[in-house]
């Protein structure tokens, strides 16, 4: 069985970085690709970004591309997600999440099966 689990979330004042990690068991990453997505309150879930099975290639929303990073160490089954220049809208919480297909690096998120319980970053102004 899949499971994730987030940590590295907390409060930073804009312009400031974080980096989250992303814990994986029951598959391993070389094989799968994985995504992170956020949710802000009242709002729905959306993509973040993706990396493909064995980290070949990497995929951003365009509201982070350029500022956050998506990462993996196959060796030690771990997903990470650096965020710099964060912003107030940057406020959400933060999921990892991996597809039901191995190979999915898109933004929809009823593609992906199994998702972490969260880690919450807050952006102050």
């Known amino acids: 069985q899949v499971q994730l689990v987030e940590s590295g979330g907390g409060l930073v004042q804009a312009g400031g970085s974080l980096r989250l990690s992303c814990a994986t068991s029951?598959?391993?990453?070389?094989?799968?690709?994985m995504g992170w997505f956020r949710q802000a309150p009242g709002k729905e879930r959306e993509f973040v970004a993706a990396i493909s099975a064995g980290g070949g290639g990497t995929y951003y929303a365009a509201s982070v591309k350029g500022r956050f990073t998506i990462s993996e160490d196959n060796a030690r089954n771990m997903v990470y997600l650096e965020m710099n220049s964060l912003k107030p809208e940057d406020t959400a919480v933060y999921f990892c999440?991996?597809?039901?297909?191995?190979?999915?690096?898109?933004?929809?998120?009823?593609?992906?099966?199994?998702w972490g319980p969260g880690t919450q970053v807050t952006v102050s102004s």
């Open positions: 029951g598959r391993p990453i070389s094989t799968s690709a």
């Open positions: 999440a991996a597809p039901s297909s191995y190979y999915y690096t898109g933004p929809s998120t009823v593609r992906y099966a199994h």
